[in-house]
């Protein structure tokens, strides 16, 4: 079954960094673009940044210069660098990917984690 797991949200003061992991697992046969979004309470789901497997990114206005988005394709997995974070980035995290899949070959679709909980508060 594939699937993918998103780590390493949490509580932390405004100003603080955290580090998102999302890794992929299963019978993948490749994986294309993986990306986070979130999702503030009372608020629509919003892209926060992607990335392409030729590693093109993309990010929204409100983290530019102060989130990376990356991925180690060996490993499957895309991560989320936070800094300088702000109350407003409070949410939950969700990462994505479109990939083909023993279930989609040949063609893709669009994989869903879990979701990781950021909360920014002092």
């Known amino acids: 079954q594939v699937q993918l797991v998103e780590s390493g949200g949490g509580l932390v003061q405004p100003g603080g960094s955290l580090r998102l992991s999302c890794a992929a697992s299963g019978r993948i046969f490749s994986i294309n673009t993986m990306a986070w979004y979130r999702q503030a309470p009372g608020k629509a789901r919003e892209l926060v940044a992607d990335?392409?497997?030729?590693?093109?990114?993309n990010y929204a206005d409100s983290v530019k210069g102060r989130f990376t988005i990356s991925r180690d394709n060996a490993k499957n997995t895309v991560y989320l660098q936070m800094y300088s974070l702000k109350p407003e980035a409070t949410a939950v995290y969700y990462c994505c990917a479109d990939m083909t899949t023993s279930t989609t070959w040949p063609g893709q679709s669009r994989y869903w984690g879990q979701g990781t909980q950021v909360a920014v508060s002092s």
């Open positions: 990335i392409t497997s030729g590693a093109n990114t």
